[in-house]
């Protein structure tokens, strides 16, 4: 019997809950590869420690702990590409894993792809790592009862939630040459309260350090959001200018910067397609995406090629300014690696919308007949090419009339497409949140957006 | 796969949790093995392998529930992760104003496995090349009527194993292996785009291609792409008879119904991800829909996505009939939910894989079928609308308020389709889209879907189906 990843045990420098030695096993992987003969192979190792307690009508309901290691192993020969990942870490069970790998080549198709470059890159650990978060499992549930407790003095009556601490470290060995590791802390807490009738709240705090992670002030807007939310109404069907809150922001700006995935625009699920050098958002628009930026936990110093990871413009002065690239999507396109693999698609790590000057008092100000959106979930797409989408508020929703908020909204959905979205964006805050939960996969350091003409529907019946 | 040498150390996992100070204590090995391959425009992406391999062990201590799971398998991390699942739910017990208690369900002691004729494991890459190439040279450069712009195509193979023991006798070792196919066609023509994703998915070997008739369903599929770009005309204003193909019947069945009564987001657990439900625990008894209204969970099917016939808490799962001639009649239950509504577990607990806890989640949902054929359903109808797929659809978070918009869809004229019709919109509530259910036809069909729930997430796969199911008096509106 396979004894699997505790062998390792003892030779890990990093210490963690599962000790495996991640440079040890992409050694192995790779010097495997390469006595097969490959052109190129990557070896990806993954060790990743995450604490969870979630909660429900203020009571806990399950707390999870989970620890794990993976190895990513890739490989290219003649044109054959393939990859795979396990978590059976014996090195004997590494060894047989990367052969079979290799022997399921033979059937494969060849491809047009581009080798790894020649690049001998050394990453060193870039920050990222708070100490304090290494074992917060204990104190997780302090802190959840902390945010459940100021949902109730802000007028919540029963919270739900989530808080997850986790630290990741990722390893790199390429036959190119690139070698490094990255370790990555962060907490979020994800807090929903529930007052009279169908009144909710919503509260997200996420950070990289636990000196950044406020969860009296996310509980204190669920709360919030719970009583101002009582006999709330349903709008008039009709188009609204619409302030979307940073939570809403971020998700709907996450499918933009899919669709600025250079996979997306191949494979006709891009509504950014053959629009590169174009205004596709108003001119105070800006989306980059960043490896490692101060405050995010979503990248890594290198992408899954070994390429260094980098700040990308998407979209700059509201011109669309380049796609985010792997290197095989990149010889297609003529381009450059943006350090964004995804073996298979480029995909964003950190995103960052540009602030703008104005506040979240005079964006209110400015708002004629509008909405104030603070949460939403279920977007989804009625066409990636065109971007036609909708989406369903949920939590803190308001009327604003005159400039004035007048009171809450429920029952409603917002449709819209992507671009014309963009291009109708009027302000933006300079105060911006770093959101990530449930429906937003990818960090995203986000202002409150005022946008103009999205359609708001009602159900029939 | 190596699940069933791993017994030992499910059974080293509950004594060490027991030893710990465990009230309750269960172990599931589970392990994955998975052979993906896909086509981009015709081109050859890197063919994906997988493995996964691990145990969870899931315990109650002092009232609450604690859960940890390592793929480090080796008796003393076993034992180690145990007892960090009962100092964690020691640990959250400050918190805890409710115990959890289970219920006395019966625990199974079986081996069950879906059936197969051509072992999955034999699916290699060239074998999910040809299917893919076969299909791709069927619709690629107009073939099918209609010029694609983009076209993903990707197909899996997958064998799930794992062995579950609990602290209350349960024994179970399941196998599950599963095709898998996934398509994005998009089709651009003069100004005009559509898109459509295709799900199909069954338990079983490498049968399930040709049971399936897979390369006819997507040739079929692109050809309806053609058709639709030149749809032009926009959906009546006025009310009108609406007919649900198989497919919007699914996604309703599966979306208002299924939802919603799962026991565990009436009890408000998932309230801050995918919410809570309009139904209380007191609704069970509610007339909600017509006497017509009749819509059903049943994880036996055989062959089907949701294949699950004893769960991940060592229950056997049975068929649930959620509502029953317009009533609510049943939720789906785990076995802490049952005890909660003074009932039995109806076998509804699962967990995608070893790192997961088991929650509350439906298996292959549907609309039950009726009497009329299909011809009949369409004689019903003076004017209204037939929606056979659809593209973009939600639902909000109490599952009250819906949308649903069709890409191939009909406009019918005292029983005959005549038309297409362009993206009309069924954006309705629960209750008048079940209670307006005039008849339904007696021919099934199912699709596979992938549904999320969970914290950490889990997509599950499901089947989502039904006949076609004529409503009366409803409002469309347009895109």
């Given at each position: 019997m396979d004894r699997g990843a505790g062998d390792a045990a003892g030779r890990d420098k990093a210490g963690g809950a599962i000790g495996v030695d991640l440079d040890g096993l992409n050694s192995l992987a790779v010097r495997t590869a390469e006595a097969l003969k490959v052109d190129d192979a990557v070896a990806l190792s993954t060790r990743i420690a995450e604490s969870m307690v979630r909660f429900a009508d203020n009571s806990a309901t399950v707390a999870n702990r989970v620890d794990e290691a993976e190895l990513t192993v890739y490989l290219a020969k003649a044109g054959r590409r393939a990859i795979a990942s396990t978590s059976n870490l014996s090195p004997a069970a590494v060894k047989s894993f990367v052969k079979e790998l290799y022997a399921s080549m033979r059937g494969l198709p060849e491809a047009e792809y581009a080798p790894l470059p020649d690049a001998g890159t050394r990453f060193s650990q870039s920050g990222g790592v708070d100490k304090k978060l290494e074992g917060a499992e204990e104190i997780l549930p302090e802190l959840a009862k902390a945010a459940i407790d100021s949902s109730l003095a802000a007028g919540g009556e029963r919270s739900a939630g989530a808080i997850s601490a986790w630290k990741a470290t990722?390893?790199?060995?390429?036959?190119?040459?690139?070698?490094?590791?990255?370790s990555r802390t962060a907490i979020t807490l994800n807090i929903r309260s529930f007052g009279e009738g169908d009144a909710s709240g919503h509260g997200l705090s996420c950070s990289s350090t636990l000196r950044g992670f406020d969860p009296e002030e996310a509980g204190r807007r669920a709360g919030e959001g719970a009583r101002g939310m009582r006999q709330a109404a349903e709008p008039e069907a009709g188009k609204y200018e619409v302030l979307l809150g940073p939570t809403v922001a971020s998700n709907l700006i996450e499918t933009v910067a899919g669709a600025a995935s250079a996979f997306s625009v191949d494979a006709g699920t891009s509504c950014l397609a053959g629009k590169l050098g174009e205004e596709v958002a108003a001119p105070s628009f800006n989306l980059t995406d960043h490896g490692v930026i101060e405050g995010g936990f979503g990248g890594r110093a290198f992408d899954d090629e070994g390429s260094r990871t980098r700040a990308t413009k998407i979209i700059d002065g509201g011109v669309l300014r380049g796609y985010l690239h792997n290197l095989t999507t990149a010889k297609k396109w003529r381009s450059e690696t943006t350090g964004n693999a995804g073996l298979i698609a480029p995909h964003p790590w950190n995103l960052e919308v540009g602030s703008g000057d104005s506040s979240y008092e005079e964006m209110v100000k400015e708002m004629k007949r509008g909405i104030v959106l603070t949460s939403n979930w279920y977007t989804r797409f009625n066409n990636y090419r065109t971007g036609e989408f909708s989406t369903v508020p949920r939590d803190g929703a308001y009327l604003v009339e005159g400039g004035k908020v007048v009171g809450p909204l429920k029952g409603m959905r917002a449709g819209d497409d992507q671009q014309r979205l963009l291009s109708s964006v009027r302000l933006l805050s300079k105060e911006r949140e770093w959101v990530q939960w449930w429906e937003v996969d990818t960090p995203t350091l986000c202002p409150w957006i005022l946008v103009d003409g999205v359609s708001i529907t009602r159900a029939y019946g | 796969m190596r699940v069933q040498e791993s017994r030992d150390l499910a059974e080293a996992g509950v004594?060490?949790?027991?030893?710990?100070?465990?009230?309750?204590?269960?172990a599931r090995v589970q392990a994955t093995w998975e052979r993906e391959f896909g086509l981009k425009n015709g081109e050859p992406q890197p063919s994906v392998f997988?493995?996964?391999?691990?145990?969870?062990?899931?315990?109650?201590?002092?009232?609450?529930?604690?859960?940890?799971?390592?793929?480090a398998m080796r008796r003393k991390s076993v034992r180690e992760v145990a007892a960090k699942a009962v100092r964690l739910a020691k640990a959250s017990g400050g918190m805890l104003r409710r115990p959890v208690v289970f219920d006395s369900a019966k625990s199974a002691r079986t081996s069950w496995a879906a059936p197969e004729t051509e072992k999955i494991e034999s699916a290699d890459s060239a074998w999910l090349k040809e299917v893919l190439t076969d299909i791709d040279g069927r619709v690629a450069d107009g073939r099918a009527g209609v010029k694609l712009t983009g076209r993903i195509f990707y197909l899996s193979a997958e064998l799930q194993e794992r062995y579950f023991v609990n602290s209350d006798g349960a024994r179970v070792a399941g196998r599950v292996p599963r095709v898998s196919f996934g398509g994005s066609l998009t089709a651009v023509e003069a100004g005009s785009a559509a898109q459509r994703f295709i799900q199909q998915g069954e338990t079983g070997g490498l049968e399930v291609v040709k049971r399936l008739g897979l390369v006819e369903k997507v040739v079929e599929q692109t050809e309806a792409m053609g058709r639709v770009l030149k749809a032009s005309a926009k959906p009546p204003r006025e009310e009108v008879d609406v007919v649900l193909g198989p497919e919007l019947s699914g996604i309703a069945a599966h979306e208002s119904v299924g939802h919603p009564q799962e026991a565990d987001r009436v009890l408000g657990r998932e309230g801050a991800q995918a919410g809570e439900s309009y139904l209380r625990p007191d609704s069970l008894g509610m007339k909600i829909g017509s006497d017509e209204a009749n819509v059903s969970d049943d994880p036996t099917l055989l062959h089907s996505n949701g294949y699950v016939p004893v769960d991940d808490e060592g229950v056997a799962a049975k068929k649930r009939s959620l509502?029953?001639?317009?009533?609510i009649n049943e939720f789906l239950q785990n076995r802490a939910t049952a005890r909660q509504f003074g009932v039995e577990s109806n076998g509804a607990a699962r967990a995608v894989a070893f790192d997961r806890e088991p929650i509350i989640r439906m298996a292959n949902t549907f609309v039950e079928p009726g009497d009329y054929s299909t011809e009949e359903i369409f004689k019903e109808v003076k004017h209204g609308v037939y929606f056979k797929s659809f593209t973009e659809w939600n639902i909000d978070d109490k599952r009250l308020n819906q949308r649903y918009v069709g890409l191939e869809a009909y406009l019918i004229d005292h029983g005959e389709l005549k038309g297409l019709v362009r993206s009309p919109v069924l954006e309705i509530t629960t209750p008048k889209l079940w209670g307006s259910v005039k008849a339904r036809s007696r021919h099934m069909e199912f699709e596979a879907a992938t549904c999320g729930k969970g914290d950490p997430m889990q997509g599950a796969p499901v089947w989502t189906g039904g006949p076609e199911t004529l409503l009366a008096g409803i409002r469309l509106g347009a895109r």
């Open positions: 990722v390893a790199i060995l390429t036959t190119s040459g690139a070698k490094g590791a990255d | 004594s060490a949790a027991l030893k710990a100070g465990a009230s309750y204590a269960e997988v493995e996964g391999y691990g145990i969870g062990i899931r315990v109650i201590a002092g009232g609450a529930l604690g859960f940890a799971a390592t793929n509502i029953k001639g317009g009533i």
